[in-house]
C-alpha cells in the first residue's frame, strides 16, 4: 500500500495570505488527523475527520480549518496567515478510530514571512 | 498543557548501550502510543500498549505502562545509530462527537547515538 503523501512539501508564505495543504491517506483509511509541530510547542492536535464529519478538534483559532472528501482525502486551510504559522504540519490516518495506530505523512513545511 | 511528558528532554549514549525513555501522563487513557520522528520527517508508529497490558515487546523495544502511577517506559536494547531520533510517547484523551478520541503527544526525548 502506498503512504499517505501530503502536498506540497514545503511552502513559503508571506504575512496575511491564506495556504492550503492537502493529504491523502492510505487507501482504505477513513479516519484523517492533522497536527501542527513547532520547536516551542510540539506537536498538537488540529482536527480528525472521518467519513467527511469533523470528530475532534483541538485548540486553535478559527482561522485554521479542515476539511474531507469522499474518498477520505483531507485539506486543511490557514487563512490570514500569521509569522507563528510557521511549522511542520503532519497529517495521519488510521483505519478506523484516531486513538489507535497513526501512520505519518511526510509533513508540509510552512514558513511565513 | 501536554497530556505526555517524556522524561529525559535529551539523552545521548554509545552505541551498544541500551536507552531508557520515559513518559508520565495525567488522565486515564484507553491506550498509549510510542513513535519515533527522524529530523524533520513524519512520525512512524513503534508500539501501541492498551491500558489492560503491563508490558509489551517488538523486537529490540520493550514498553511498560503503569496505570497506577500514570507512567510509561520504552527501552531500546543494543542501540545502534540509525536509533538516533527523536521519541515520542502518545496518548488518548479529550472525546470529541460521538466519543472519538484524539492523540496527545508528549514533547520528546531526543535520542543520539554516538558510533
Known amino acids: 500500500k502506498a503512504g499517505v503523501t501530503q502536498t506540497p512539501r514545503y511552502l513559503i508564505k508571506t504575512r496575511g495570505q491564506q495556504v492550503t495543504l492537502s493529504c491523502s491517506p492510505i487507501?482504505?483509511?477513513?479516519?484523517v488527523s492533522w497536527y501542527q509541530q513547532t520547536p516551542g510547542q510540539g506537536l498538537q492536535f488540529l482536527f480528525e475527520?472521518?467519513?467527511?464529519?469533523?470528530?475532534n478538534k483541538g485548540n486553535f483559532p478559527g482561522r485554521f480549518s479542515g476539511r474531507q472528501f469522499s474518498n477520505s482525502r483531507s485539506e486543511m486551510n490557514v487563512s490570514t496567515l500569521e509569522l507563528g504559522d510557521s511549522a511542520l504540519y503532519l497529517c495521519a490516518s488510521s483505519a478506523l478510530l484516531a486513538n489507535y495506530e497513526q501512520y505519518f505523512g511526510p509533513g508540509t513545511r510552512l514558513t511565513v514571512t | 498543557s501536554q497530556q505526555g511528558e517524556e522524561d529525559p528532554q535529551a539523552l545521548s549514549i554509545q552505541e551498544g548501550e541500551n536507552a531508557t525513555m520515559n513518559c508520565s501522563y495525567k488522565?486515564?487513557?484507553?491506550?498509549l502510543q510510542w513513535y519515533r520522528q527522524n529530523s524533520g520527517r513524519g512520525l512512524v508508529h513503534l508500539i501501541l500498549i492498551r491500558s489492560n497490558e503491563r508490558e509489551k515487546h517488538s523486537g529490540r523495544l520493550r514498553v511498560t505502562l503503569d496505570t497506577s502511577k500514570k507512567s510509561s517506559s520504552l527501552l531500546i536494547t543494543a542501540s545502534r545509530a540509525a536509533d538516533t531520533a527523536s521519541y515520542f510517547c502518545a496518548t488518548d484523551a479529550h472525546p470529541g462527537v460521538q466519543g472519538a478520541q484524539k492523540l496527545v503527544f508528549g514533547q520528546g526525548t531526543r535520542l543520539t547515538i554516538n558510533p
Open positions: 488522565t486515564s487513557i484507553n491506550n
Open positions: 487507501s482504505g483509511h477513513r479516519s
Open positions: 475527520y472521518f467519513s467527511e464529519t469533523q470528530r
